[in-house]
């Protein structure tokens, strides 16, 4: 009984804190010279920036290797928490504290930063999927259910590397797998990590020779399509404003 106060309880919280936003833009008269076009055009913008945010708690290493359980840098879980936008604060009470959330791949080269504003256009053009005649580029548990707040990755690896795209680099991103619809004007914002290289697991030391070229020998005799040598590190990927 009192675990069910305590949850209508911060429900209402959640409730209250919407309603706080939203009054102020229901509740703006209309303008007879204002074109509706570009008032429609404002309120959705503004719709884009209310609500809550996903954020990754953890920094992730630089590199990855395939096949390894990705983990934080610090060879922990790898965590991300749902907070209000306004107040930082994590949601860990009400409906929102149990959403289930989805975890992607993204183009290093995503053209925002994590505290600056995009659309979920913005964020979806930038998914990677896999490649063609490859398997899946991820494995294991992609859709997390929060738990006051927080969701962890536990059971995920990369099944191929991060050679093949333009930038040469990934990034993590989180949304929430839920429609919207039942949120009416709530904006989640998706969450995102730096961006980081995904090289085959076989190129860890011990496991194969380098070759004079800079070109990766495996133990079977075949090539690796990564490229080691320092000198030919590819430029790192830099934001672009997509305006």
Request: charged content about 30%; proline content about 2%.
């Amino acid at each position: 009984m009192e675990m069910k106060r305590g949850t209508e309880g911060g429900t209402e919280r959640v409730v209250e804190r919407v309603m706080k936003r939203l009054i102020p833009t229901l509740s703006t008269p209309a303008d007879s010279n204002v074109n509706p076009r570009i008032t429609s055009l404002d309120q959705i913008k503004k719709s884009e920036e209310v609500g809550f945010q996903l954020l990754f708690d953890n920094k992730l290493p630089d590199k990855i290797y395939t096949k390894d359980k990705i983990r934080n840098a610090s060879d922990g879980y790898v965590q991300i928490k749902l907070i209000d936008t306004i107040t930082r604060e994590i949601i860990n009470l009400g409906l929102y504290s149990s959403l289930e959330i989805e975890i992607l791949v993204l183009d290093g080269d995503f053209g925002f930063e994590e505290n600056e504003n995009w659309t979920k256009m913005d964020f979806n053009v930038k998914i990677v999927h896999q490649r063609e005649d490859k398997g899946p580029l991820v494995k294991g548990k992609q859709n997390i259910k929060l738990r006051g707040g927080v969701g962890t990755i536990q059971d995920l690896s990369f099944s191929d590397n991060s050679s093949w795209i333009i930038c040469k680099k990934f990034r993590l991103g989180a949304r929430v797998l839920q429609s919207t619809s039942n949120m009416g004007q709530v904006r989640i914002k998706e969450a995102i990590t730096e961006a980081f290289t995904v090289r085959d697991h076989r190129s860890k030391s011990g496991n194969g020779d380098r070759k004079r070229d800079g070109r990766w020998d495996g133990p079977s005799g075949g090539t690796s399509d990564e490229t080691f040598d320092s000198n030919l590190e590819y430029t790192e990927c830099k934001s672009k404003n997509l305006t």
